[in-house]
Structures are given as C-alpha cells and as structure tokens.
C-alpha cells in the first residue's frame, strides 16, 4: 500500500510528499481540503473535525491516489471532480468548458451592489459556459428572468446540467455573440442587464498562460484572434444597445490590457456611466456601463 495505514494524518503526509514539489504550501492545504470534502461529502465543520483522525476505506485511499496522478501531471482539480463551487452554488465541471474563476464571483458581486437588484429584472448572460454568472443571480434572487446563452454546445448541454441540478427556473439559447443577428426570443428596450465574460486572451499572449489552463481548458473560450482582441465586447454591446432599456446595465469581465479600447468603443456606441472597477489582484477585471 502507498501509504503506512488508512488513517488521515498519513493521508495528509503522502499528499504534501508527493504535490511538494508541484504546488505551493497554501495550494496543497486547498487541494487537500478539496479533495476531501468531495470524496466524503464533508461540510467545512465535518473537515475541521476529521480530517486527521479519519480512516478511509482502500476504495477511498485509491481515489485519492488517482487524484494525485492526475494534479501532478497539472490537470485542473475542477476537471478531476468534475465539480466546482461558486457563489453560493454546487456547479459541474467537464473539460470542454471553461472553469469558472474568483474574479467571476467579483462580478457576480458588483452587479448585486450596483443595481435594483431586490427588483424582478430581466437578464442575459452572454458567453455563458458553465451558467455560473446567471445561475449564481437567478440563485440570489428568484424572481429575476434570466437567459444563458452560448455559441458551444457543450456549454449549452453543461448549463442545462447546472440549471437543473440546482432547481433553476432558466431559459438557455443557443446564440453566437459575434453576429449582430436578432434573437427571436427578446424583443427590444427590455432587459434590464446583459453581462459576459467573453474570450479575451489575444493569441499573441499565449504563452504567458498558465500551463494547466494552456493544456486542460477549451481555446474556444479563452482566446481571440489578435487582429480584434475585443470583437466580443463590440458585438454584445451593440446587440445590448438594442436589446437594452434606456438606463440598463452592461457588465463586462475583461483583460485588463485592453480597458481603454473597450471604454472608447462604448463611449463611441453611445454609453453611459462608464465605470472599471478592480477585482482583488488590483487588476482592471470589471467593466460597467449603461445605455443612454
């Protein structure tokens, strides 16, 4: 057996022995947690409680060393679990899909603080993936009608998935964000918000992405071509000048190098209140206007 008995304390040891030299400190500690939870179905309570004084099962010990395999070869835990947790919701992962990240979540946030958000609103998630962006605010709020909608289909399949598993009342369309064709379902001056996290890594910085991300997650939606590195935000925000009512929301998640292009290009469309906010990194993450 790979470890000395079935007990957590040896568990922890034969974790920290073999990602030492892969991951930092603070990340094996996460890891570690995640793993177990997951396998377990342990609260944060229940880890606190057992995680040293555990004894696992072989079929639990060969789980965890499957898992282990695969994080040293750098595959993203998400895809290992085929899990993830995001503002306050259980979402499922598979490798045709982006995961969903913390500065997500910022977003998420600032939409709720900056908008009548206690209110029934009419929303669109652009670029959707996972669904998390509207999942998570339909989630907060059930009286929101919202939309997901994505050109891939397995983002389409997975956020059905992920509606359904957590009781989501949520329409999902299949929609290309690069074509400035109308959507049958919406008509116009009446949503409320449209908010996206779209492709924006120009391929010309490529290599400057992490090696786990390079190799495990979709081009599709990390990517641009390099000769239009913000085509997405031009397109959904002319759609959006459309589809918009007067004063309506534009959040955009972005790449912090092109904050100024995507500014101009919304003042020049014609909106309003335009607003960068950094997420915690101190970054220019988040974007936020309103239609005139």
Known sequence: ??????????????????????YQRREIQILYKTMLCHRMQWEHADFLSNFTTAVFSESDLLFFKQCINRLLKKEPIQYILGETYFYNLSLKCHKEVLIPRPETEELVEWIIESTAFSTSLLIHDLCTGTGCIGLALKNENPNHEVFLSDISPYSIKLS?????????????????????????????????????????????????????????????????????????????????????????????????????????????????????????????????????
């Open 1 to 22: 057996m790979f470890v000395q008995n079935n007990t957590g304390s040896e568990l922890k040891r034969y974790v920290n022995d073999k990602l030492s030299s892969s």
């Open 160 to 292: 059905i998935e992920n509606k359904d598993f957590n009781h989501l009342n949520i329409s999902v369309l299949t929609f290309d964000s690069l074509k400035d064709s109308p959507i049958d379902s919406f008509k116009e001056n009446t949503f409320d918000i449209w908010v996206s996290n779209p492709p924006y890594i120009p391929m010309v910085e490529k290599e400057m992405v992490d090696t786990n991300v390079y190799e495990y997650e979709p081009h599709m939606a990390l990517f641009v071509e390099d000769k239009d590195p913000i085509c997405f935000y031009k397109s959904i925000a002319d759609s959006g000048f459309c589809y918009l009512k007067p004063d309506g929301f534009l959040f955009f998640e972005i790449n912090p190098n092109y904050a100024k292009d995507i500014i101009d290009y919304l003042q020049k469309k014609g909106y309003k209140n335009i607003e960068l906010k950094q997420d915690i990194s101190q970054k220019n993450r988040m974007l936020k206007a309103q239609k005139s």
